[in-house]
């Protein structure tokens, strides 16, 4: 619980074997807050059960998702109603360090970061400096395609 809302942190691999509708029995009102930092792997059968487990509860409650890791992104841009059943504040994306040669994942929030291009074609994702050594890095994955998600 945070203030009120309940928040849920899902992890792992989520397939045809996760057991989805049970996370949700306990939960009556109010703010529902999945946490999707955790997610290494989703499949095609772990989007449609998740779609069918949360569709009823759009009426019931406001869902947001947070902390969408990249597995969650890929699916995302690929599968245009996985999340329409909720709002998407944050997710996590690929930046590289040149003097580090090192790859870190940062968090991107969509009402600190977009807001200029909330209604642009062409989102830009922020820059941010090495965690490591304060250099600023690059974005380490296909920008236009990465970020399609967020002009849907
Ligand atoms: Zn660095």
Not at 19 to 47: A, M, P, Q, W, Y
Request: some cysteine; charged content about 25%.
């Amino acid at each position: 619980m945070r203030g009120g809302d309940t928040v849920i942190f899902l992890e792992g691999v989520i397939n045809e074997r996760t057991e989805l509708n049970g996370i949700f029995k306990d939960i009556d009102t109010g703010t529902l807050i999945i946490n999707l930092k955790g997610v290494t792997r989703i499949n095609s059968c772990g989007v449609r059960d998740w779609v069918n487990a949360a569709k009823p509860l759009a009426g019931k409650f406001r869902i947001i998702y947070e902390h969408c890791s990249r597995a969650i992104v890929e699916q995302l841009n690929m599968i245009v109603n996985f999340l329409n059943s909720g709002t998407i504040v944050s997710f996590y994306a690929p930046y590289y360090c040149d003097a580090c040669e090192a790859e870190h994942e940062m968090l991107l929030d969509i009402a600190q970061h977009f807001t200029d291009s909330a209604d642009s074609d062409e989102p830009e994702a922020p820059d941010f400096d090495c965690p490591q050594c304060g250099k600023t890095m690059e974005f380490n994955e296909d920008e236009d395609k990465y970020l399609s998600f967020l002009t849907e």
